[in-house]
C-alpha cells in the first residue's frame, strides 16, 4: 500500500498554498483586513457551499437504504472521536476558549480536503463513495454542534453560561443552512439546473485553497518561532496524530471482520482517526474577531508531521487487521 505519493502531493499543494500566503501576508503585499474579507467569505459563502454540495452529491434515499451500515458505524465513529476530545483537551489548554477550539480539532479532523484525496487517490472511486458515506455523521456533528458551539458560541475565553437564544443563534448559522438545505435537495432528489449545481461545485471548491491562504496569513502576522515553542501545541498535536489512530486500532482488534464490520469500514475509520486537525478552528474564529494565533499552529504543525504518521497507521491497518 503506497501512501507516500498520494500524501506527498496533498503536503506539497497544501503548503504551496500556506506559504503564498505566509509570504504576501509577511511581505504586506495585501491589506491589514485582507485576512478578515477572507475569513467571512468562507464563513459565509465558500464553507456553506461545500457542505451544501456535499449532501446534494452523497445523500440520497437510496444512499440510507443500501449504506446503512457504514452510515451507523460512522456515526458511532464521531461520537468516539468527541467522548475521546472533551477530556484530553483539557490536558492541553486552559482558557475556555482554547479548550473548546481543541475539542474540536481533536474530534474533527481534516478528514474531507486531506482524507478525500488520499481515500481516492489510494483506493479509488468505489471506496471513496463509502468514505464520503461514512463522513456524512461527521458533517452533521460539526455542522450541527461542533461550529455552533465551539466556535461560534464557544468564542468566548470567560465560561458564561450561553443563553438558550444566544445557544439557537449559533446553530442558525450558514453552514448549517447550507447543510439543512443540501439534505432536502439529496433526499428529495430534486433536480437543480447544472448552472446553480456548478456555482455550488465552485465555491466548495474554493474553500481549501482560501482556508490554506488564511492559515498562511494568519501565521505571517506571527512570530514563528515563538509559535513553534508552545509546548501545548505539540501535546496537542501529538494525540491527534498518535492517541487517537492508536485508540481506533487497540478497537479494532476487537472487533470482529464479518458483513458489518468490514475492511472498507476499517479503511474509511483510520482515515479519519489519523487525519491532522482541520482548518476550520482558524476559518471560523478569525470570522468572529478571535485570536487564532494557538489554531493556526496546531493546523501548522500536525499537517507537517503527518507526513509521517499518517503512512505508519496504515501500516499498522494493513500489517494487523486487513
Known amino acids: 500500500m503506497n501512501l507516500f505519493v498520494p500524501i506527498l502531493n496533498q503536503m506539497?499543494?497544501?503548503?504551496?498554498?500556506?506559504l503564498i500566503g505566509f509570504i504576501l501576508s509577511r511581505g504586506r503585499f495585501i491589506p491589514e483586513n485582507a485576512a478578515t474579507v477572507l475569513s467571512k467569505l468562507e464563513s459565509f459563502v465558500f464553507v456553506p457551499a461545500l457542505v451544501m454540495g456535499t449532501f446534494i452529491r452523497n445523500c440520497s434515499v437510496d444512499v440510507l437504504d443500501t449504506m446503512w451500515k457504514i452510515l451507523v458505524l460512522g456515526a458511532g465513529s464521531v461520537l468516539l472521536c468527541v467522548v475521546i476530545a472533551i477530556p484530553?483537551?483539557?490536558?492541553?489548554?486552559?482558557?475556555?476558549?482554547?479548550?473548546?477550539?481543541?475539542?474540536?480539532g481533536l474530534a474533527f479532523s481534516n478528514f474531507g480536503f486531506m482524507g478525500n484525496a488520499i481515500v481516492?487517490?489510494?483506493?479509488?472511486?468505489?471506496?471513496?463513495?463509502?468514505?464520503t458515506v461514512f463522513t456524512l455523521p461527521f458533517w452533521c456533528a460539526i455542522y450541527a454542534w461542533g461550529a455552533p458551539v465551539l466556535l461560534i458560541a464557544g468564542a468566548s475565553d470567560n465560561e458564561k453560561k450561553i443563553s438558550l437564544a444566544e445557544r439557537f443563534r449559533s446553530f442558525l448559522n450558514p453552514m448549517l443552512i447550507g447543510m439543512l438545505i443540501g439534505l432536502v435537495i439529496g433526499l428529495s432528489e430534486l433536480k437543480l439546473p447544472s448552472a446553480l449545481l456548478s456555482v455550488v461545485g465552485v465555491a466548495g471548491d474554493c474553500m481549501s485553497p482560501l482556508a490554506m491562504l488564511l492559515t498562511g496569513m494568519t501565521i505571517g502576522r506571527l512570530d514563528l518561532w515563538a509559535l513553534l515553542r508552545k509546548g501545548r501545541i505539540y501535546l496537542a498535536t501529538g494525540i491527534k496524530l498518535l492517541v487517537y489512530p492508536l485508540v481506533?486500532?487497540?478497537?479494532?482488534?476487537?472487533?470482529?471482520?464479518?458483513?458489518?464490520?468490514?475492511?472498507?469500514?476499517f479503511k474509511c475509520a483510520?482515515?479519519?482517526?489519523?487525519?491532522?486537525?482541520?482548518?476550520?478552528?482558524?476559518?471560523?474564529?478569525?470570522?468572529?474577531?478571535?485570536?487564532?494565533t494557538d489554531a493556526a499552529g496546531l493546523a501548522l504543525v500536525s499537517h507537517a508531521l503527518s507526513v509521517l504518521t499518517i503512512p505508519l497507521a496504515f501500516m499498522l491497518l494493513q500489517n494487523f487487521i486487513l
Open 12 to 18: 506539497i499543494f497544501l503548503f504551496a498554498f500556506v
Open 88 to 104: 484530553l483537551a483539557k490536558l492541553c489548554f486552559k482558557a475556555a476558549y482554547l479548550r473548546k477550539m481543541a475539542t474540536y
Open 120 to 131: 481516492l487517490g489510494v483506493f479509488g472511486e468505489e471506496m471513496f463513495f463509502e468514505y
Open 248 to 265: 481506533f486500532f487497540a478497537i479494532f482488534l476487537l472487533l470482529p471482520q464479518n458483513a458489518f464490520f468490514t475492511d472498507s469500514f
Open 270 to 292: 483510520m482515515c479519519v482517526a489519523s487525519m491532522p486537525m482541520g482548518l476550520n478552528t482558524i476559518v471560523i474564529p478569525a470570522a468572529y474577531g478571535k485570536d487564532t
